[in-house]
């Protein structure tokens, strides 16, 4: 069975541009999370999407959005890129029910921006 | 809101030997669920091992165990009989459960970098 994947792996753009990250869970899995993993500042929080909707939002300015597309992969857009969005994003996917709570990451995209 | 803590931020421990990492979080919700993560080098974060808040029994995955002490709000990590692969980061998490009972986010502490040396 395919872990879930992330793209592109590498990421390079100059500040004020905008970035895409694209993300495809487990099969089967409905939840997406977004996470920001900056140096120095460990693992974040970003977005939840489940069934195509945001569950729920981490402390991120409005620059960073999302969606989920009906077959439950995501992508996670940052507008009006700065420096300090430079990080590592890693994508989490997980099934809802009861008794299921792990969540499995995917490699992750390195976002670069100059 | 949760906070996780891990005051080491590195370990260092020799191949075959026992290491615990510490973690102790602050949260006021009684139903939750705990989580050790890996983050080998190559940088895929890697389930480790899960605790339920309600379970007093500790979870057991082969060569790693944890000692989860609710009053305390604490959850190490045992690892026995390292293994240089098991050289990598690793991040406690919380997670409240959703308002219907289902996963949710996760909250990391800051990690712990181990490394397993011969």
């Known amino acids: 069975e395919a872990g879930v994947t992330q793209s592109p792996t590498h990421l390079i753009k100059t500040r004020g541009q905008q970035a895409t990250l694209r993300c495809s869970p487990i099969?089967?899995?409905?939840?997406v999370y977004w996470y920001q993993q900056a140096l120095g500042l460990g693992l974040q929080f970003l977005l939840w999407?489940?069934?195509?909707?945001?569950?729920n939002r981490g402390n991120f300015p409005p620059r960073f959005s999302g969606r989920q597309f009906p077959n439950y992969s995501s992508e996670l857009n940052v507008n009006a890129l700065e420096l300090e969005d430079s990080a590592l994003y890693l994508c989490a996917s997980s099934l809802q029910g009861w008794g299921v709570y792990e969540q499995y990451f995917g490699p992750g995209t390195r976002l670069t921006v100059t | 809101a949760q906070t996780v803590t891990q005051s080491q931020p590195e370990m260092s421990v020799q191949e075959a030997e026992t290491v615990t990492l510490s973690c102790t979080y602050d949260t006021s919700e009684s139903n939750y669920y705990l989580f050790w993560y890996k983050q080998p080098p190559s940088r895929q974060m890697i389930l480790v091992i899960r605790q339920e808040a309600y379970k007093q029994q500790n979870a057991t995955e082969n060569r790693f165990s944890v000692n989860f002490q609710k009053a305390a709000k604490s959850f190490s990590l045992k690892i026995s009989d390292s293994q240089l692969g098991d050289t990598a980061m690793y991040f406690c998490?919380?997670?409240?459960?959703?308002?219907?009972?289902?996963?949710?986010?996760?909250?990391f502490g800051t990690g712990t970098r181990l490394q397993v040396t011969l």
């Open positions: 099969s089967g899995h409905t939840s």
């Open positions: 998490a919380f997670m409240k459960l959703s308002n219907t009972g289902t996963a949710s986010k996760l909250t």
């Open positions: 999407y489940d069934e195509g909707e945001e569950r």
